[in-house]
């Protein structure tokens, strides 16, 4: 039944609150209002995110494991969840001093992240819903 290469997905999922605002300094309030609407409030508005993070490998023939994932929502936590938890974007996380912390923006740098930490022997993939009906993934599997 098993062979020597079994590649198997694991998911973990993770929660952190967190406010921004959808704004870019080099447009005009009425360009910024135009595209990014309620988003570019001045005072910020925030959002419950879900994270979802998969990871691709063989199977482990010693431990029957692809991760540990205790180790995997350890690296989760430390590195994402209490990074980003309670924060503002725009001004507690460095990566969005310069980048407009738009969901799509944020999966990317959550990736980058979690992909420096993690074995390279890793497919790596994380899927974040800002909302309960709008949810960005990065990076996309080949279809």
Not at 36 to 64: A, Q, S
Not at 71 to 89: V, Y
Not at 119 to 127: E, G, I, M, T
Request: hydrophobic fraction near 35%; charged fraction near 30%; aromatic fraction near 12%.
């Amino acid at each position: 039944m098993f062979t020597d290469y079994m590649k198997v997905a694991v998911y973990r999922k993770e929660r952190f609150n967190a406010a921004h605002r959808l704004y870019r300094s080099d447009w005009s309030d009425d360009k910024n209002n135009e595209i990014f609407g309620l988003c570019n409030n001045p005072n910020f508005h925030g959002h419950n995110y879900h994270l979802h993070v998969k990871v691709i490998g063989d199977i482990d023939p010693e431990t029957g494991y692809v991760i540990d994932l205790k180790q995997l929502k350890d690296l989760i936590r430390e590195h994402i969840t209490e990074r980003f938890d309670h924060k503002n974007l725009n001004l507690d996380v460095e990566e969005f001093k310069d980048l407009n912390p738009t969901a799509e923006n944020i999966s990317v740098v959550i990736f980058n992240i979690l992909r420096d930490k993690l074995d390279s022997k890793y497919q790596l993939q994380v899927r974040l819903y800002e909302t309960e009906r709008n949810y960005v993934e990065f990076p996309l599997e080949p279809a």
